[in-house]
């Protein structure tokens, strides 16, 4: 048989960045700053300039930039995070690893993102049962493209929540014509290898227009540090970015443009080749997807599951994101207020993502077009 198509090819990748990767490596490993070197300071700058944000703290991964965020706000017991059921765990998580309580939001039933009016409902609920304070929400831009920020935004102020963005899965997206960054208080992103703009290793960064804020950020990912290095202000953690992985991250983004278009070029196949087999993604209005992932729906579980195994017999693989909502998994159940999220129950069972980046050839996406066709 030929060679399987990759999901992900950080190899061929590799192989494009070498020329400029090595040296850039090469320049680490001669300095040994390992930890805050120049390059970390370099990094920030670009990456603000990229999203066009005021202030960028690069830190240990997707995870701790949610988590430094929150703990910059004092968030903790008793207080309420809404966030949506339909998303990676580490949107959870943090919240819980606060003492705070995540309360599950549902989403979009065409674009996945979570649902403004729901997420006042949810509020609502919140304050009629009057056990805990809302204070944040999390919006989560899913699979490269933005949540509904305006609406999102609009609840937030009526309700006085802080609002973050969970961008891991987005960064380079945008809305209104303006890169993500900015659409929320703070921008969390993740440098997780297989993200967008990925690094060798974890990463992540936080983006806000608050001076305040960005000197928060610093001081708690260098365990609460004041002005001088032994002078503890506040309860931290350690949660920088490696100055390697900042290197790493400066070579990438100099084809991360190349990259994204490589990406929006192949969704554009897909939709035009898939669109009479599948529910293809609906594109989020007025905006440009990172492509993360391209996510289709199927009519039920065992038509997905006969999809999936057709491909893989065809040597396309395929993963589900994500086969069980937040408010199911076993850890976060007892959080839950035991509210139906009827669209993220059924979406769980019927999404199906297919292979999406940059180094997919023509051949590739042909391939994977005629299976999908073949196998429904
Ligand atoms: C990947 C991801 C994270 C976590 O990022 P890490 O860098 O892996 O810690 C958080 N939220 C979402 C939606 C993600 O996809």
């Known amino acids: 048989m030929t060679r399987p198509v990759p999901f992900l090819d950080l190899k061929a990748q590799q192989t494009r960045i070498a020329a400029d990767l090595r040296p850039r490596l090469e320049a680490v490993l001669a300095h040994c700053q390992f930890v805050l070197g120049p390059e970390v300071g370099e990094l920030e700058a670009r990456l603000a300039a990229f999203c066009g944000a005021a202030h960028c703290v690069t830190v240990s991964s997707g995870t701790d930039a949610l988590q430094i965020a929150l703990m910059a706000e004092g968030i903790g017991r008793g207080d309420a995070v809404f966030l949506p059921a339909f998303t990676y765990t580490a949107t959870a998580e943090v919240p819980l690893l606060l003492g705070a309580t995540p309360v599950f939001v549902d989403v979009d039933a065409s674009t996945f993102q979570i649902d403004p009016a729901q997420l006042a409902a949810r509020v609502a609920e919140v304050r009629r049962v009057g056990r805990l304070r809302p204070r944040a929400v999390i919006g989560v831009d899913l699979f490269g493209q933005p949540a509904d920020w305006l609406a999102i935004r609009a609840v937030a102020y009526a309700e006085g929540l802080f609002t973050l963005d969970d961008c891991a899965q987005s960064f380079g ?147 589900i994101y994500y086969p069980r909502p937040l408010h199911l998994q076993p850890a976060y159940r007892d959080a839950h207020d035991g509210s139906a999220l009827p669209v993220s129950e059924d979406i769980s069972t019927r999404i199906l993502a297919l292979p999406i980046h940059p180094d997919l050839t023509d051949a590739d996406v042909d391939r994977i077009c005629t299976a999908v066709c073949a196998n429904i």
């Open 173 to 319: 997206a945008s809305q209104h014509g303006v890169r993500l960054g900015r659409a929320a208080d703070a921008t969390a992103t993740s440098f997780f290898p297989s993200k967008p703009l990925g690094a060798y290793g974890d990463g992540g960064a936080l983006f806000t227009e608050s001076a305040e804020r960005a000197a928060l950020y610093r001081s708690l990912r260098t365990h609460g540090e004041g002005t001088t290095r032994y002078e503890v202000l506040r309860t931290g953690m350690n949660g920088r970015l490696d100055t390697l992985q900042a290197a790493v991250l400066l070579s990438k983004l100099t084809v991360f443009e190349e990259e994204l278009a490589a990406r929006a070029r192949i969704s554009d196949i897909y939709d035009a080749r898939l669109a009479n087999a599948v529910t293809v993604p609906t594109r989020v209005a007025d905006s440009v997807s990172a492509w993360a992932i391209y996510a289709v729906l199927l009519p039920d579980a065992a038509a997905r599951e006969r999809l999936q195994a057709g491909l893989r017999a065809a040597g396309v693989p395929t993963a």
